[in-house]
C-alpha cells in the first residue's frame, strides 16, 4: 500500500488539542469531505464542523467507530483521542480504559477491516526515572511510572504487535510535550507551556506547577502535524521502526520559556509552586535523540525556541485582550 492508498480518513478525538488542528490540515491536503472528524463530548468549533463532515463517536464505543467507517467509506484512521498523564493519575482506570481498551478496539476494526493505515501516538511518557535523561536513545529502557506511561508502552508494543502478526500498517511517534495556540490541551503535565502564553497575555503573570529549573523536550504544533502527516506519508519499505519514532524539536527550562516570554510582554511575573506534576515531570527525559525518525522519514522540525514564542504571542494576543 502506498499514500495514494489514503482516501478516505478519520480522525477519533478531532476536537481536542491536536486532532482539532490535524483535522483541518488532513482536510486541506486530502480534500474537505474525504477528513471525518469524530468528536466525543466536547462541541467541536465552527471551522471544524462547517469545513467536513462531523460524527460523533468514541473508542470505547466500537460500535460508532465501525459505523463512521462504514457510513463514511474509511480507509484510514489516526485515534488521537486519549486521557493524558495528570488525569491519568488522577484517575488512572479511565485512562487504561481509553488509552488501552479503545487501542485494541481500533486494532481489531483495522485488522477486521483489513484498512489501509493507522496513527496512534506515543509519549515522552514511556520513558521513566530509570531511562538515560539526556538524548534519550531510541532504543532504551521503558519503565514508566504513571498510568498514561504504561498505556504507551504497552500501546507500542501492541501496535507493533499488530503490524507483523497481522499486517496492519498502525504507526505512531512518541510526542513531547505539544505547545498550541488554537485548542488547550486537556489534562497533560506538560500544560503549563501553553498555560503560560494565555495568563501572560491576559494578566502579565503566571503561576507555573512545575520548578523553574524543569527541563522537558516541547514542539510547537506546525511541526507536531508536520511529523505526524510525514511519518503516516512514509515509504512503508523505508521504516524500520513503526510504532515508537522519538522526535525531538525543542527542549528548554519552564524559566527559559518565561525568559522569553519576557522579551515580548515586559514586567510579565512567572511564580513556581509546584504540585503532583512535578514528581511526573522529573520521571521524564529532558532531550530527545531522534535520529531513527531522521533517517527513515526525514523527520525535521522547523521552529526553535524564539519563533515558537513569537508565533504564539501573535496569534493569541488579538484573541485574549
Ligand atoms: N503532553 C503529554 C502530557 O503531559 C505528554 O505526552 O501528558
Excluded at 106 to 118: F, K, N, P, V
Excluded at 235 to 260: P, Q, T
Amino acid at each position: 500500500m502506498t499514500s495514494s492508498d489514503m482516501k478516505r480518513l478519520l480522525v477519533i478525538g478531532a476536537v481536542g488539542q491536536i486532532g482539532s488542528e490535524l483535522t483541518m490540515e488532513l482536510r486541506a491536503r486530502y480534500g474537505n469531505d474525504n477528513v471525518v472528524a469524530m468528536g466525543r463530548k466536547t462541541k467541536p468549533s465552527e471551522s471544524l464542523l462547517n469545513s467536513g463532515p462531523f460524527e460523533w463517536g468514541n473508542v470505547n464505543d466500537p460500535e460508532s467507530i465501525i459505523a463512521a467507517i462504514e457510513k463514511h467509506d474509511i480507509d484510514t484512521v489516526y485515534l488521537m483521542a486519549a486521557i493524558l498523564s495528570a488525569v491519568g493519575e488522577q484517575k488512572p482506570q479511565l485512562a487504561y480504559d481509553v488509552n488501552m481498551n479503545g487501542l485494541y478496539n481500533m486494532l481489531e476494526i483495522a485488522r477486521e477491516r483489513e484498512l489501509t493505515r493507522m496513527m496512534v501516538p506515543s509519549s515522552i511518557a514511556a520513558f521513566g526515572p530509570e531511562t538515560p535523561k539526556d538524548n534519550t536513545p531510541q532504543e532504551t529502557v521503558l519503565r514508566p511510572t504513571t498510568m498514561y506511561g504504561v498505556t504507551k508502552v504497552a500501546g507500542e508494543l501492541l501496535a507493533d504487535y499488530y503490524f507483523k502478526r497481522f499486517g496492519v500498517d498502525v504507526r505512531g511517534l512518541r510526542y513531547p510535550g505539544i505547545i498550541s495556540s488554537e485548542t488547550l490541551p486537556g489534562g497533560g503535565t506538560t500544560d503549563y507551556a501553553v498555560e503560560i502564553f494565555y495568563e501572560a497575555i491576559k494578566n502579565k503573570r503566571y503561576t507555573c506547577f512545575v520548578r523553574e529549573d524543569t527541563v522537558l523536550p516541547m514542539m510547537y504544533m506546525p511541526d507536531c502535524i508536520n511529523a505526524t502527516i510525514q511519518l503516516m506519508e512514509a515509504d512503508l519499505g523505508k521504516l524500520k521502526h513503526h510504532s515508537d519514532f522519538n522526535v525531538a524539536a525543542l527542549s528548554f527550562s519552564a524559566g527559559e520559556l518565561a525568559e522569553e516570554i519576557r522579551k515580548h510582554i515586559p514586567g510579565f511575573e512567572c511564580a513556581y509552586e509546584p504540585d503532583f506534576r512535578q514528581q511526573i515531570a522529573d520521571s521524564w527525559p529532558r532531550t530527545i535523540d531522534d535520529s531513527a525518525a531522521r533517517e527513515e522519514w526525514g523527520w525535521r522540525p522547523e521552529y526553535d525556541l524564539p519563533g515558537m514564542v513569537e508565533d504564539m504571542i501573535e496569534k493569541l494576543t488579538p484573541r485574549l485582550t
